[in-house]
């Protein structure tokens, strides 16, 4: 695949998404008890399938799936399929990028914003052109993109994940590696119920927003 071109004249970013197949029991754990276990899963499945529309839309020299399982019919054609390496979360995000660097920059979001809009990811694969890294921070203290023009997994082995912390530590480990930073709107990541309902009244017209609307919007344990 030739790779497109951005308004700066250089190639545009490579995109991966970095996620789980959607099992019951397996995603979106912490949506439970509000939520069962399968109905957790739909939501999971839902949000997913939102962010590789989006994904799908935006500009892209390659298209990159890092999955945990198998892919479903929830995943639209023109992407590349790489597993999961094994490890804590910083591992695989710095395998992710390992295995989809083909020497152009890489952006790499998670399954958990299906907010996010092919205009967002445009701008993030814009910024590498001028910056060394682009960063999007989340709410609950994390990160839900990460651009890199050049991936070293020295940038995120080691960083602490999942944690209120997560987003400071890994801006910090940027800028100590003396990377000029870009950074995106915070967005909310899905976790909890409430985390639910609020994506979903951000983006209406999503499949997510749907799947919430279907099952009910539950803020406290049912």
Known sequence: MSAARTSAGGPDADLIVIAKQ???GRV?????????????????????????TAVAAAPAGRRTL????????????GFTVTAQRPGG????LAGAFTDAYDG????L?????????PALLAAAGRALARHGAVFGPAADGGFWLLGLRRPDPALLRGVPMSR??????????LRAAGLKVARLPELTDVDTP?????VAAQAPSGRFAAAVRALGVRTVPA
């Not at 979001?109 to 809009?117: C, E």
């Open 109 to 117: 979001i998670g399954m958990d914003t299906p907010q996010v809009t």
């Open 89 to 92: 979360l910083d591992e695989r």
């Open 28 to 52: 979106k754990t912490r949506l439970t008890p509000a939520y069962t276990p399968a109905e957790a899963a739909v939501l999971a499945e839902a949000a997913l399938r939102d962010t590789l």
């Open 194 to 198: 409430a985390d639910a309902a609020a």
């Open 22 to 24: 959607p099992v019951p």
């Open 164 to 173: 209120p912390g997560t987003g400071a530590a890994q801006l910090a480990r």
């Open 104 to 107: 152009r920059p890489l952006v």
């Open 66 to 77: 890092a999955l945990d399982g198998t892919p479903g019919p929830w995943l639209p054609a």
